[in-house]
């Protein structure tokens, strides 16, 4: 496995593997940049079929969390772990010890946080063997899980797409379909709901079906989702989701969701230009969660990070203004402003 031989690679400054028999760990730490700060970004746990499949996400998700704290204005740069395994049947103290002294070993250019598949307990295990971890601190609202803000940026995000698409200053009677009804996608529909929008949900979890129904939401198949005569359309739980196939089949105007890597190719943004869809870019719009890490790792009051995610709201409008006065796509503005922060001849300015 060469790392600097994948597709995904886009000049990241350091990859690390672990393969260790005695603890069943196997996993790759990727630094994309650290121009800005140290690279923070989550750890995954995932059974993936090989190595490849999960280099690739681990190289995609780690250049992703670069664009997304430099576009929201953190001093941080851009990493991201990933476990290969089953989050239900191999997880084990002893695997999570080493993972810490594995992010030890990287002397802080890697920050770790919680990611789909682990959760705090699984950091707290990390955490004994490195302090280069955040989102494990008793004393934070929700015990440290960003989930929840990152669900108030989305629906900061759905906001002002409804107001600049639809011309709508209040998400009363607006219809949402959200895809995933996990950590994030059940607060987004909370909110949804607290602010008199229609949601319409799906999970292949049955458990959280049954929570997305409680929370007011009606349920529909996971194929139906992306079909769904709604305004809005939210992904919540995989990435690649907009695709040749499933473009076409939209019927939203707005794609406005949490979900990381949502465009299966980089043409994809462009097609939904094209057919009149108004795309937030996941990595602007899925900030909150990261902007909660980082109020976590300087212990700065939560009024300034509900600010700033607030800010996620205005941060979109303009993209989605000059997208339309420069006619680029929705993502390309917002990766050229990410890039004029961290690339080599960019200008820091710490004072986030
Ligand atoms: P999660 O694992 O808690 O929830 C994902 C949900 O999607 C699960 O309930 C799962 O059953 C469901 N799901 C999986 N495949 C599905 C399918 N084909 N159709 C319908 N439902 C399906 O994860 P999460 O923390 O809620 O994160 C959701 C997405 O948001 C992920 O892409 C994640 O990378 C991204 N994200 C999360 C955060 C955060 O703070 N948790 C921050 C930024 C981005």
Redesign the pocket.
């Known amino acids: 496995m060469n790392a600097n031989q994948s597709p995904s690679f886009d000049n990241h400054e350091h990859v690390a593997t672990i393969d260790d028999a005695a603890s069943g760990l196997r996993a790759i730490i990727a630094v994309h940049n650290t121009k800005l700060g140290p690279a923070v970004g989550g750890c995954r746990m995932f059974p993936y079929a090989n190595e490849e499949q999960a280099l690739e996400d681990v190289l995609r998700l780690s250049r992703g969390m670069t664009y997304k704290s430099a576009l929201a204005g953190l001093p941080m740069g851009g990493g991201k772990a990933v476990i290969i395994g089953d989050p239900a049947t191999q997880k084990s103290p002893a695997l999570f010890h080493k993972m810490g002294e594995f992010i030890e070993s990287l002397n802080g250019m890697y920050v770790t946080a919680e990611d789909?598949g682990t959760c705090v307990d699984d950091l707290r295990q990390i955490a004994t063997e490195t302090k280069h971890v955040l989102g494990v601190n008793d004393a934070q609202e929700f015990g440290g899980d960003?989930?929840p803000l990152?669900a108030y940026g989305i629906f900061c995000g759905i906001q002002s797409a409804v107001r600049y698409q639809l011309k709508r200053d209040s998400l009363n009677g607006t219809t949402v379909a959200v895809?995933?009804?996990?950590?994030?996608?059940r607060y987004l529909i909370k909110l949804l709901r607290e602010a008199g929008a229609e949601c319409l949900a799906?999970?292949?979890?049955p458990q959280?079906v049954a929570r997305a129904e409680e929370l007011g939401a009606t349920i529909v198949g996971?194929n139906d989702i992306i079909s769904a005569d709604v305004d809005v359309f939210a992904p919540?739980?995989?990435?690649a989701i907009l695709n040749d196939d499933s473009i076409p089949q939209l019927k939203a105007t707005i794609v406005a969701g949490?979900?990381?890597n949502q465009l299966a190719k980089g043409y994809h943004a462009q097609m939904l230009r094209d057919q009149g869809v108004l795309y937030a870019p996941d990595f602007v719009i899925?900030a909150g969660?990261i902007i909660e890490i980082y109020r976590q790792y300087k212990d700065l009051p939560m009024e300034q990070c509900r600010s700033k995610i607030e800010g996620i709201g205005d941060t979109l409008t303009s993209i989605f203004e000059q997208s339309d006065s420069d006619n680029m796509t929705t993502a390309d503005v917002a990766e050229k402003i990410a890039e004029r922060r961290f690339k080599p001849n960019a200008k820091v300015n710490n004072a986030a």
């Open positions: 789909s960003p989930s990152t895809q995933g009804a996990g950590s994030v996608g799906c999970d292949i979890n959280n996971v919540c739980a995989m990435g949490g979900a990381n899925n969660g």
